[in-house]
């Protein structure tokens, strides 16, 4: 297994290993989830590809309610990420399995900054958030408690939204123009440890999604809650009697 690779700064260089697009739209069992269709199924392809604002030519959502629109118009995920969950599964997990439009080598995707800016071809695309894993994924993968081991590695990958229109092809280098001081990483906002970071990150990237603006909420009231809960916890603590050391 491979050592992570140390933080993005400008003049970074990662490369496109693959462009991958929809291949066939599948269809979701009920059982699993509402949706009915996904397009999770995107596989390489070899020739270069447009780039528009809601995302790669010849690529489309199914599920426009969770996924697409212009904050997820392309979803990238790294090689190394993928190298050590096909390390741990036992299968190789070839561009595309995980739904990803730009499989990356020689860049830290799920610790890029919110707002970092890549140059890839003649596009430029800007990080906007994690991918957070569903039921279709997990159907996708046919791998045991999936969402809950995704979850807890937290290698997410990134979604971007496109800045410069333009293309994409494999082989492509993917430069690092601009990383936002604020330092909020993909993998801070899915895990949401610090919830002080994240509302500073609020204040320095007015541009970020709604869906951002609701993850960062829920993490905000869930330490609310949890803190919360531990002072009620101590204050009984202190209160029982016989709770005091030594008594």
């Known amino acids: 297994m491979s050592d992570p690779l140390p933080p993005s700064r400008p003049g970074t260089i990662g490369t496109v290993l693959a462009v991958c697009v929809l291949h066939a739209e599948l269809e979701v069992p009920a059982k699993v989830s509402r949706v009915g269709r996904t397009a999770i ?23 426009a309610k969770h996924h697409g629109g212009v904050h997820q118009a392309v979803y990238a995920y790294a090689e190394e990420d993928a190298r050590r969950w096909g390390s741990e599964l036992n299968r190789t997990l070839a561009a595309g399995w995980f739904g990803e439009n730009l499989r990356i080598s020689g860049l830290p995707v799920s610790d890029a900054v919110i707002g970092e800016r890549w140059s890839v071809g003649d596009t430029v695309l800007e990080v906007t958030a994690p991918r957070v894993p569903c039921a279709t994924f997990q159907h996708w993968s046919g791998e045991q408690r999936w969402v809950k ?20 092809g494999a082989g492509d280098e993917v430069r690092v123009d601009h990383v936002p001081e604020h330092g909020v990483t993909v993998r801070d906002l899915f895990t949401g440890a610090d919830p002080d ?22 993490h905000t009231r869930r330490h609310t809650t949890h803190r919360d809960a531990t002072m009620t916890g101590q204050h009984r603590e202190r209160s029982t009697p016989g709770s005091e050391v030594g008594s």
Request: hydrophobic share 35%; aromatic share 4%; net charge positive.
């Open 41 to 63: 199924d995107k596989r390489p392809v070899a020739h270069r590809v447009p780039v528009r604002p809601l995302g790669l030519e010849g690529d489309h959502v199914c599920d």
């Open 149 to 168: 081991r995704f979850t807890l590695r937290s290698d997410t990958g990134a979604y971007l939204r496109v800045l410069t229109e333009g293309s994409v």
């Open 197 to 218: 970071r994240l509302q500073r990150l609020l204040a320095s990237e007015p541009t970020v999604s709604d869906d951002v603006r609701m993850q960062v909420a829920r």
